[in-house]
């Protein structure tokens, strides 16, 4: 085995009528003509094509910090990085830490700990002196959670597009590929209407992490919060795969409830951000205590979990890099900030 890019990779999960749902899908808000006319750009490969060539281009003649900060390139080539190979994805985003990489000395101490380690591994779990969570707390982000609405796949735009109760859950009867496979969302306004997620969604700290990572100013792109129940779960996020969500980003995991090799915990090969060839990672299995909040550099080959046996499992993930990219718009982010 060498190459991993994504098991969703080239798959089709959805029929023209369900694909067309989605375009027309706005969480209830006022339609975006411009954002929903280039989300639609992710269904064509012809463009993915052009864009990425484009997109090289432009990194190889200019440089990727001119393609990275300019918001037009980025919303007419968002989709461009799908078009690309790793290896060229991997060019990009190693030009461009070997030229920050030297700027690392300049950061602040406590910050300089956990980019050297994920500079080195791919993640780093932060401690709870970095930013702490209560008890108290973690209780009442699950409870909220549980009386609030949720969609039956990994992401509100990859469901039914039905929001449903969490006391329905059981009950809920759909046979799709990725639909109702163990894993719920909620959307996004649901998550930032709670205190605390939203504390953490604008938190100064987890920003400056993502900054000195990055090596430039970074805004959260992406939120999300997933909720597994008790089931063996058969989903394409189960198998080993990349976010190319972006060339550069750092994504935050929040962990609501405990998780271990049986129960939910997501795994990461060791080094694996930095490099394609995946026959000699080591594998580490998260097994984490709820309100952990662990670092990450998902490009590197991580998998979730088929095993939920004795609890479900909740999570938020803040994802930091620049918008306008790939995850921001297949989300439709674009409809809550
Ligand atoms: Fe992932």
Not at 115 to 142: H, M, P, W, Y
Request: proline fraction near 1%.
């Amino acid at each position: 085995m060498s190459e991993i890019y994504s098991p969703s990779k080239n798959r089709k999960f959805y029929t023209i009528k369900q694909g067309l749902a989605k375009i027309f899908f706005t969480f209830g808000k006022k339609r975006k003509i411009i954002h929903d006319l280039f989300y639609m750009t992710l269904a064509s490969k012809i463009y993915h094509f052009f864009a990425s060539r484009i997109t090289l281009f432009i990194v190889k003649n200019f440089s990727y910090d001119f393609f990275s900060n300019n918001k037009l390139l980025r919303i007419m080539l968002f989709s461009g990085i799908r078009g690309m190979s790793l290896k060229e994805i991997f060019k990009i985003r190693n030009l461009h830490f070997n030229k920050i990489i030297k700027n690392d000395e300049k950061i602040e101490l406590g910050y300089k700990k956990i980019v050297d380690e994920i500079r080195k591994n791919g993640f780093a779990k932060l401690d709870d002196e970095f930013l702490n969570i209560s008890s108290k707390e973690i209780e009442d982000v699950n409870m909220y959670f549980r009386n609030s609405y949720l969609y039956d796949g990994h992401d509100p735009l990859q469901s039914s597009l039905k929001k449903l109760k969490y006391s329905e859950l059981n009950k809920h009867q759909i046979n799709h590929q990725i639909f109702n496979k163990g894993y719920f969302s909620y959307d996004v306004e649901t998550s930032l209407n709670n205190k605390l997620i939203s504390s953490l969604f604008y938190n100064p700290k987890l920003k400056k992490l993502a900054d000195c990572y990055c090596g430039f100013e970074t805004e959260p792109y992406t939120i999300s919060t997933m909720l597994n129940v008790k089931k063996e779960i058969v989903h394409p996020v189960t198998e080993f795969h990349r976010d190319t969500d972006d060339f550069i980003a750092l994504g935050f995991f929040i962990y609501w409830s405990k998780t271990n090799r049986d129960n939910g915990a997501t795994s990461y090969k060791i080094g694996s951000h930095m490099k394609i060839e995946s026959s000699d990672f080591k594998t580490n299995i998260l097994e984490v205590d709820a309100g952990t909040l662990i670092a990450g550099d998902w490009m590197g080959l991580h998998s979730g979990n088929s095993k939920m046996e004795d609890n479900e499992r909740l999570i938020t993930m803040i994802r930091f890099g620049k918008k306008i990219n790939q995850s921001y718009m297949q989300t439709k982010s674009y409809y809550f900030f």
